[in-house]
């Protein structure tokens, strides 16, 4: 069983769909006035909190050529655990029959019920003056109610597509001015999520049930039953069904 390579990338997509939820966010700056001055667009990027904070601490004056800018959003995976109360029968499966206009029936894709896990993440936004960070959380906050659902298409090749939805369970907040001047302020939000996510076996194929038989018989406890009746469900190509292109042939023989 383990040694058979597949892959679904059943978690790179939820990497993917979650880190999308947020990579459209932007703040506005105004002037003494109220008159909007500015407007950024926040960066968003995959890695630690602490790889961003070193960067800072490490050109605490501005002083290299290229420096990293705030504010920033980034995210990391902070756990995997599984979650029994979402755990589906494990010999459950579903079956796709693969067809084609004009042509016999192909092969079938099977595959078995997907594993539940909630995979963590922690979501972390930092910026250089309170009103940018208040800002973002903001737009981010009314969304999580405490969850928001997103459509992941996890499995293209079995046709699944899952709701998943992203649970907020808490926020921080903390500020690393620490009274040096030579220390480069930066305040920090951290959300916690949890995204109820499924991660998928490997596909198998098989060949589809196209000819099913079944005989009647009027008596079976003699050491001869005659039979008295045979009845057939054939399954036929018909192109103009469109996509579902087969149907079946039905047949019923009689013996007196």
């Known amino acids: 069983m383990l040694g058979q390579y597949f892959y679904n990338e059943s978690l790179r997509k ?29 960066p968003l990027a995959y890695g630690p909190k602490q790889k961003f904070i070193t960067r800072l601490e490490q ?63 922690e979501l972390f936004v ?56 030579t220390e480069r302020r930066a305040i920090v939000y951290t959300l916690n999520f949890t995204a109820k996510a499924y991660v998928y076996g490997p596909v198998s194929t098989g060949k589809p049930i196209t000819k099913v038989q079944v005989d009647t018989y009027d008596n079976l406890q003699s050491q001869a039953p005659e039979r008295i009746q045979r009845y057939t469900v054939q399954a036929t190509v018909d192109s103009s069904l469109g996509d579902d292109n087969f149907g079946f042939n039905e047949t019923t023989s009689e013996w007196v």
């Open 14 to 42: 939820t990497i993917i769909a979650f880190g999308s939820l947020f990579n459209d966010i932007a703040i506005t700056r105004k002037n003494s006035a109220g008159t909007e001055v500015q407007t950024l667009k926040v």
């Open 126 to 181: 930092m910026t250089k003056n309170s009103d940018d960070g208040i800002q973002i959380v903001e737009q981010i906050l009314p969304f999580f109610q405490p969850e928001y659902t997103v459509s992941i298409k996890e499995v293209p090749e079995m046709d699944t597509i899952r709701d998943v939805p992203v649970v907020l369970n808490n926020i921080s907040y903390e500020d690393t001015y620490t009274g040096d001047f």
């Open 59 to 121: 050109d605490p004056n501005d002083n290299q050529a290229i420096a990293m800018t705030l504010p920033r959003i980034g995210f990391e995976i902070n756990g995997f655990s599984y979650d029994p109360v979402r755990k589906l029968n494990r010999i459950l499966k579903k079956k796709i029959t693969s067809t084609e206009v004009g042509k016999e029936l192909k092969q079938m894709s099977i595959q078995y019920s997907p594993v539940p896990y909630d995979v963590g993440f």
